[in-house]
């Protein structure tokens, strides 16, 4: 058995997120818990003997949300030996332990960071001073641009705005692509693809059905390459065309019902002036 090599390998360690970015992948407002421990620890068991990658990922929704997160990483850990990303938001970066800044200085993980807005930036600016400029690869601000490849990926009356594009060419463009999702016994080609079918299974009803949105460990490495390697019909929901053209701070607000889910107590909760 070959071992199959990507890009970025990404795993969530949250489902749910406190913004509603226009250009999120993820589909993750719609979500309503963060990973369990027991749930990665599946995951990297099915999978570390099977799959190589540049860099592990670890994703959300908002990874920083997840009060279980410094285990989660320690399960990464185990199966991977590969630097790792958590991609946060910043809107949690005082809710970081100072365990899981010391796990992430001596284990080869770092930040990778995205303010929504310069606000936020700001607001944080004491605490990004008073934390180990080694803690962070990337920061950014405002990072969560909006972008028209995604906009037209979003949501009208609670389901996904359908496009009917040529999956090639829409491949072609695709920059999620490079992002391969595990989760439990399935691998997905890019996250949306995840996404969809997580959704599928929270009963939330976006499409009739996603057939061939992914493949799982009972495939041979041979039938999981060419998964990866080439687009899907299911890449007709995505646009043919990139337009790169920014549309800054303009992030949705989240509906009553998506702001009572933020108030589960299992979560880590945002601080008031995010
Ligand atoms: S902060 Fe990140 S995960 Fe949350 S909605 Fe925005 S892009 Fe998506
Ligand atoms: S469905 Fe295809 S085009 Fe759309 S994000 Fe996934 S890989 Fe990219």
């Known amino acids: 058995m070959f071992m199959i090599n990507v890009r970025t390998l990404e ?28 749930e990665v620890a599946k995951t990297v068991k099915a999978w ?17 949300m997840n009060p279980d997160l410094l285990n989660i990483l320690i399960e990464i850990r185990r199966g991977w030996s590969e630097f790792i990303l958590v991609k946060t938001n910043g809107c949690f970066l005082n809710k970081l332990t100072e365990a899981e800044i010391e796990w992430m200085l001596k284990n080869n993980a770092k930040l990778w960071l995205a303010f929504k807005d310069t606000a936020t930036y ?8 008073q934390l180990p400029p080694k803690l962070f690869h990337t920061v950014k601000y405002p990072g969560h641009t909006n972008y028209k490849w995604y906009e037209a990926q979003q949501m009208e009356d609670g389901k996904l705005i359908q496009t009917n594009n040529n999956p090639q060419t829409a491949y072609e463009v695709c920059h999620a ?6 989760h439990d016994e399935k691998i ?17 009803r976006l499409y009739p059905a996603i057939p061939g949105s992914h493949r799982t460990v009972q495939h041979s490495d041979e039938q999981l390459q060419q998964y990866l390697s080439k ?19 303009d992030i949705p607000q989240l509906t009553p ?12 909760q945002p601080s008031p002036q995010f």
Request: aromatic content about 8%; proline content about 5%; hydrophobic content about 35%.
């Open 11 to 38: 795993i969530n360690a949250s489902y749910v997120c406190n913004l509603k970015c226009k250009q999120c992948a993820n589909i993750c407002w719609l979500g309503n818990k963060v990973a369990t421990t027991a």
């Open 48 to 64: 570390s003997s099977r799959i190589r990658a540049n860099h592990i990922s670890v994703c959300g929704g908002e990874p920083l």
């Open 122 to 129: 700001e607001a944080n600016q004491d605490l990004l001073s």
């Open 177 to 182: 692509k490079k992002c391969v999702v595990i």
């Open 188 to 204: 997905y080609m890019c996250p949306k693809m995840f996404w969809l079918d997580y959704l599928k299974d929270q009963s939330y």
């Open 231 to 249: 687009p899907s019909a299911n890449c007709m929901i995505c646009p043919e065309q990139l337009d790169w053209q920014p549309v800054v701070g």
């Open 257 to 268: 019902h998506e702001l009572a889910k933020l108030s589960n107590a299992a979560y880590r």
